[in-house]
C-alpha cells in the first residue's frame, strides 16, 4: 500500500475539446488516496506485415477498489503510474512463449510490490 497525494485538477475549453489541466495556484485542495499494483494486459498495434498476435503486458499501480484500467498509460484517469511495462509480446501457443513468461513476471512483480 502506498499513499498518492493528487493536487485539484480543473478543465478548460481547448478549440473543440476539453482538456484537464491540474491546478497548480490551488494551496491545500489536495486529496490522499491508498493505492494498490494490478497486472493488466491489451492488444499491441503491429504493422500489417505482422500476422502474429502481439500484447503489451504491465503493472500499473491504482486506487483501491479500481480492478481495471482503462487503457495502459500513464495519462488514464485511474492509473497512477505505470510501474513496469512490456511491449509488442508475441503470443505463442506453448507456456514459453513471450507474453506468457511476460504475464508470470508482472504477476511476481505486482506481488511483491503489493506485500
Known amino acids: 500500500m502506498s499513499i498518492v497525494v493528487y ?10 475539446r476539453w482538456v484537464a489541466q491540474r491546478d497548480l495556484a490551488t494551496k491545500g485542495q ?5 493505492t494498490h499494483y494490478i497486472v493488466q494486459t491489451s492488444r ?3 504493422p500489417n ?3 502474429g498476435n502481439y500484447r ?9 477498489g479500481v480492478d481495471h484500467a ?7 484517469r485511474d492509473v497512477s503510474s505505470v510501474a513496469q511495462a512490456w ?3 508475441n503470443v505463442g501457443t506453448t ?3 513471450a507474453y506468457q513468461v511476460a504475464l508470470a513476471e508482472a504477476r511476481v512483480l505486482a506481488a511483491a510490490l503489493n506485500a
Open 7 to 16: 493536487t485539484a485538477i480543473s478543465r478548460r475549453y481547448c478549440g473543440y
Open 30 to 34: 489536495t486529496m490522499t488516496t491508498a
Open 44 to 46: 499491441a498495434c503491429m
Open 49 to 51: 506485415s505482422c500476422w
Open 56 to 64: 503489451r503486458v504491465a503493472v500499473l499501480e491504482v486506487p483501491v
Open 70 to 76: 482503462s487503457m495502459i498509460s500513464a495519462r488514464s
Open 87 to 89: 511491449e509488442r509480446l
Open 95 to 97: 507456456s514459453r512463449c
